[in-house]
């Protein structure tokens, strides 16, 4: 199994089993090619609690900041152990527009993962585990502490 940064490693574990062996596969493919490009990627969200989710979609609503979400507690798969958002790097600055992102969408979509660039909301550092289940299907399921998968 690869190890990656410290960061990295920490978001995949709050991840779905399933989630995780995915998230895996696309970092080991996406790291040297970015890295080609003078660029380092790392996963840097994962699992969101309903509250966590929550206090991001108040950004740019009722809290300072800017927009970054669309999507309230229990409306996003961060919230369901199923999706993570990736960063890039060049000299330890984060770079939130990047050309880069395009492409490592294409390498998550060659993985199996889900990439928000592809959506009408283009959300080009998220990614997700292609499970199948409405929102709705997934809050029901962890209400009644089953496994979202």
Not at 1 to 15: G, Y
Not at 110 to 134: R, T
Request: aromatic fraction near 10%; include cysteine.
């Amino acid at each position: 199994m690869s190890t990656f940064d410290e960061r990295t490693e920490k978001n995949i574990a709050t991840l779905h089993p399933k989630a995780q062996e995915l998230a895996r596969k696309f970092m080991a493919t996406a790291m040297p090619a970015m890295k080609e490009h003078g660029l380092v990627i790392k996963i840097i969200c994962g699992n969101r609690t309903y509250a966590e989710q929550d206090a991001l979609y108040a950004q740019g609503r009722t809290a300072p900041g800017n927009v970054v979400t669309n999507a309230r507690g229990g409306y996003s798969n961060h919230c369901f152990q199923v999706a993570f958002d990736i960063g890039l790097f060049r000299n330890g600055a984060y770079l939130g527009d990047e050309p880069h992102y395009a492409a490592c969408g294409k390498i998550g979509q060659s993985v199996g993962l889900e990439w928000g660039g592809a959506w009408k909301f283009c959300d080009e550092p998220h990614f997700q585990y292609p499970h199948g289940l409405s929102m709705a299907e997934l809050r029901a399921r962890v209400a009644s502490g089953q496994s979202v998968l």
